[in-house]
């Protein structure tokens, strides 16, 4: 049976304009943070932490940055951070000597970012209100960490917008199901599969799915781009990445 908590998953869309003059009530916004609160943590660690951008001007300024208007006119934003900084402090204060290596800490990390940033998002949307993820942060991590003076062993991992919508978009096409959820081992996929996932992406941005895989994915793409600067940045956060096994 489809719960209404279902119904507002499967009606997911991203939102990109905001009605104006208008803001997200106290009570309201308590309890879209409070979804976020009780998301699942791995170990009880609490490996993230979230910005709330309340500064028009930094708002602005971050806006301008990444280029999304979006972010800027939306009623709420929040950048949410891989956070390895809390527990370091704790652990200090307590006299435990840390890990040496954060590899998995921030994989970890990243998944409670993740989780909770959902939860929030998922709770904003039963209540009437848009959302949008931001990715784009991560075309200005190091622009971001200035303006948010983030303390080391911290990193901003994308962010997300909430506000009171002014458009209904139509729901945006992904994969078919049994091409995302294998049973009991992963299905390999034969060159018919391959040019069926193709044509079926087919109108999903300027130049379908393969647009999409060269100019993300692709040895010159935005993740390979990113790659290299993300290494630098956190190794100047505090971050220990050796990466070697032994």
């Known amino acids: 049976m489809e719960t209404e908590t279902i119904k507002?998953?499967?009606n997911h869309r991203s939102i990109r304009k905001f009605k104006t003059g208008v803001s997200i009530p106290d009570e309201d916004l308590k309890l879209i943070m409070e979804s976020a609160q009780r998301a699942p943590t791995d170990a009880s660690l609490h490996l993230w932490s979230a910005i709330r951008i309340t500064d028009r001007e930094k708002r602005k300024?971050?806006?301008?940055?990444i280029r999304q208007k979006h972010v800027e006119e939306a009623q709420e934003f929040f950048i949410f951070l891989a956070d390895l900084y809390r527990n370091t402090a704790l652990m200090k204060h307590l006299k435990i000597n840390r890990a040496k290596d954060?590899?998995?800490p921030l994989i970890f990390a990243a998944i409670d970012a993740a989780l909770a940033?959902?939860?929030m998002a998922i709770a904003a949307e039963s209540l009437g209100y848009g959302?949008?993820?931001i990715g784009g942060v991560q075309d200005n991590p190091k622009e971001i960490i200035e303006i948010l003076d983030l303390p080391e062993r911290t990193y901003p991992l994308f962010g997300l917008i909430i506000g009171?919508?002014?458009?209904s978009p139509s729901l945006r096409k992904r994969l078919p199901i049994n091409y995302l959820i294998h049973e009991n081992r992963y299905n390999d996929y034969s060159e018919k599969d391959l040019n069926f996932l193709l044509d079926y992406m087919a109108d999903i941005g300027k130049n379908g799915f393969q647009g999409l895989l060269a100019k993300y994915m692709s040895d010159k793409g935005k993740f390979s781009l990113r790659n290299e600067e993300f290494l630098n940045i956190i190794k100047?956060?505090?971050?220990?990445?050796e990466l070697t096994s032994k």
């Open 117 to 119: 940033a959902d939860r």
């Open 131 to 133: 959302i949008c993820f």
């Open 164 to 167: 009171i919508p002014d458009e």
């Open 236 to 241: 100047q956060l505090g971050f220990d990445l």
């Open 102 to 104: 954060d590899f998995v």
């Open 61 to 65: 300024e971050i806006a301008e940055l």
């Open 8 to 10: 507002v998953i499967l």
